[in-house]
């Protein structure tokens, strides 16, 4: 799968890039699958990596007055 024109796609709306750079872009990358309820970063913890979802969906919890909303 090439997500060249889908990040095209999305990203055109702030900045117009042409195609082949998206793809010179996704090569520097990989596509991963990852299952339900998987944790792409710990709490309190520096992000590593520039993540896109091409399917599916994400959510972010956040911890206040002892729960998490």
């Not at 010179?24 to 309190?44: H, M, P, R």
């Amino acid at each position: 799968m090439n997500p060249a024109p889908l990040m095209k796609k999305f990203f055109d709306r702030f900045y117009d890039m042409p195609l082949f750079e998206w793809e010179n872009y996704c090569k520097l990358g990989e596509i991963i699958t990852v299952g339900k309820e998987k944790i792409l970063k710990e709490a309190y913890s520096t992000e590593k990596y520039l993540n896109f979802f091409i399917k599916g969906s994400g959510g972010i919890l956040l911890w206040n007055k002892n729960n998490f909303i």
